[in-house]
């Protein structure tokens, strides 16, 4: 899998809107950019995937770059319970591919 | 999502002795499950890939006899720890795919801690 790079920490305010960054500048083209978060002691959960074009969920909106060298996971309004380790992945598709886990970033939400 | 059901979700046990942990697709088929372990604070680490109906594969540094993975159903993958000792106390998570629109998306289970004393 390509490797990604995002910051260690962030902070956010709550009600305030949460911009994580990742990049992946060796992304190949038949690779999909994947978010997943964990919240502590538990498992990751799915956020959000895309390939080339912006993508919104009820979670979240996914903003690539037109180059696909970089994105950006947005949580429009973090609450308190969006506090968890953010993961940025890449990862072909269309195959039972695995995902690897980076460093990922660890937002903190804060009152 | 889909839901993939782990169990336990924590135990005990003494060194020297085995473990199993199940890992269920509950309203899904899954070809192929993942399982990972993370230490406190690390990510998560790829131990093997279990596929429905033969060998995991398992990456590298993993000991294929100590930690031995059947995925003997579509939705049931199993991990055995076995002859577990402290060092293999960690945090264990099963992941299985599921294809949708032909864009595979991977859900996780809730893992299970394991504490060998």
């Known amino acids: 899998d390509a490797k990604t790079t995002q910051p260690t920490s962030m902070d956010c305010a709550e009600g305030r809107a949460a911009n994580l960054p990742c990049n992946h500048s060796?992304?190949?083209?038949?690779?999909?950019v994947y978010w997943y978060r964990q919240i502590h002691s538990q498992g990751p959960q799915y956020i959000i995937h895309?390939?080339?074009n912006n993508e919104t969920n009820e979670m979240a909106s996914l903003i690539i770059t037109e180059d696909r060298k970089s994105s950006t996971l947005i949580l429009p309004h973090a609450t308190l319970r969006d506090t968890a380790v953010y993961y940025c992945i890449v990862r072909p598709t269309g195959t039972a591919s695995k995902l690897t886990f980076g460093t990922g970033t660890r937002l903190q939400v804060t009152l | 999502g889909a839901v993939v059901s782990q169990h336990p979700s924590w135990v005990i046990c003494k060194s020297g002795t085995s473990v199993k942990i199940e890992c269920r697709s509950l309203d899904f088929q899954a070809t192929t499950m993942f399982w990972y372990r993370q230490f406190p604070k690390q990510s998560l680490m790829l131990m093997a890939t279990s596929n429905e109906g033969s060998k995991a594969t398992y990456e590298q540094g993993v000991e294929k006899d100590k930690f031995l993975i059947n995925h003997a159903s579509l939705t049931l993958s199993t991990l055995t720890v076995t002859s577990a000792h402290p060092e293999d106390s960690s945090f264990y998570i099963c992941s299985a795919s599921f294809p949708k629109d032909r864009v595979e998306k991977l859900f996780f289970g809730s893992g299970t801690q394991l504490s060998v004393l």
């Open positions: 895309g390939l080339k």
């Open positions: 060796t992304i190949s083209g038949n690779e999909y």
